[in-house]
């Protein structure tokens, strides 16, 4: 039987994409008979306070699983500075590197490590060489791209050195899996060896999530929007969206978290939105509950050329719930959603038209019913986890 070490920051019961992919790949390699292990921090996704409600701790099997090991993190407050970030990111890569030499015995056969943030992948590293084993890079982000697309971050100097570390990662990594096909030509331009694997493994839906789906009647319409309100999501112009919704009598369900939630709550309540709720962080199956429930989602990116690599693991979510996408996005996004018929596409300056096109599903239900059939025609076809899971075999059989 084959071993292998997943290295990665979020995990179950993370909220958010990278969490729960991380949790996909190691529940359904573990059914494919891979010795599969987990080393990881304590839950700390946006905030470590959330974990301590019960309700997030929902699978009993991962709850304490002895393959599954939680490295405590001591630094608190992260989000807002990126000094704090990237102390709370050195942090990680330390622990996970002390943790690393104590499992030397345990001879792992490959090791999986998901990135970014890039430091853990230097733990890797450090793994490869002490294991004398092959080491597989899941890129999630392009980073340090997506750092300088957030607007927050510009100092040339320190940028230099994340490049240099970047292409370091790519090209000692003996495979490389992706979650977006947007990825592929970066890195390529980054490797020596051309003929390096490099796999495309999206974020998609688990069958028992499918059968869970129940559409709402249509007796009452609403929007959601499910996902950070952080720096890479254009969250002034979803506050317009919100504000003009409202206008309409329109219902909008958020279910946010992240670096500018609280601003959020503030400008709902300042400009009295009271067709618009701000939910708190919800676990995974409340989420999906609420998307289901939903008449239409809407997913806006900041509108710089690092997004347009990105498949939003929420527009995933959306078309899984069968709830048609009105989006400002581009590129790879914006492609599966024009290309498949489920949902609308706009540019991020459009927000009168999204409005418009949100009110023409509310008033044609038979238009909504067929891109709700697109969105499970193309679950089915392209996007379930117990299909793609195959995918990664090869490289865990060599």
């Given at each position: ?236 112009k979803l506050q317009e969206l919100a504000k003009k919704l409202n206008n309409h009598d329109i219902h909008f369900e958020i279910i946010g978290y992240g670096a500018r939630a609280t601003e959020f709550k503030e400008f709902i309540e300042k ?101 709700e059939e697109n969105c499970g025609e193309l679950i089915n076809a392209h996007f379930l986890w117990e299909k793609n899971i195959e995918k990664i075999m090869p490289l865990l059989?060599?």
């Open positions: 039987m084959q071993k292998l070490l997943i290295i990665t920051q979020n995990f179950y019961p993370v909220i958010g994409s990278a969490g729960n992919r991380m949790k996909n790949i190691f529940e359904l390699l573990s059914e494919k008979n891979i010795d599969t292990h987990v080393l990881t921090t304590e839950p700390a996704y946006p905030n470590k306070n959330l974990y301590k409600q019960r309700i997030f701790w929902d699978e009993e099997n991962l709850n304490n699983n002895e393959k599954i090991m939680r490295l405590p993190i001591k630094t608190k407050k992260y989000e807002n500075s990126m000094l704090g970030r990237l102390k709370f990111y050195g942090e990680i890569a330390l622990s996970f590197t002390k943790k690393i030499f104590k499992l030397k015995k345990e001879k792992y056969d490959y090791i999986l490590v998901s990135s970014p943030p890039i430091f853990i992948v230097l733990s890797a590293f450090i793994a490869k060489k002490l294991y004398k084993t092959k080491l597989i890079l899941e890129v999630r982000d392009l980073w340090p791209d997506s750092l300088t697309g957030v607007r927050k971050f510009n100092n040339k100097f320190v940028l230099k050195i994340f490049k240099f570390l970047e292409k370091k990662m790519y090209n000692n990594a003996d495979a490389i899996i992706i979650n977006s096909l947007g990825f592929k030509a970066h890195i390529l331009s980054k490797l020596k060896d051309k003929e390096k694997t490099i796999l495309f493994l999206p974020n998609g839906a688990r069958a028992k999530e499918i059968d869970n789906i129940i559409k709402k009647e249509d007796d009452h319409f609403q929007v959601v929007y499910a996902g950070n309100l952080g720096l890479a999501q254009d969250t002034e400009n009295n939105l009271k067709y618009v709720k701000l939910n708190n962080p919800m676990t995974r199956k409340e989420t999906l509950k609420v998307i289901s429930q939903s008449n239409c989602a809407v997913a806006l990116l900041n509108d710089e050329e690092v997004f347009s690599t990105v498949l939003p693991g929420k527009v995933i979510d959306y078309i899984t719930c069968k709830t048609p996408v009105i989006a400002a996005v581009k590129g790879q996004a914006a492609n599966l959603i024009t290309q498949n018929k489920v949902g609308y596409v706009f540019e991020n300056e459009e927000i009168g038209r999204i409005v418009d096109k949100i009110i023409y599903l509310k008033e044609n239900i038979e238009i909504r019913k067929q891109l059989n060599e």
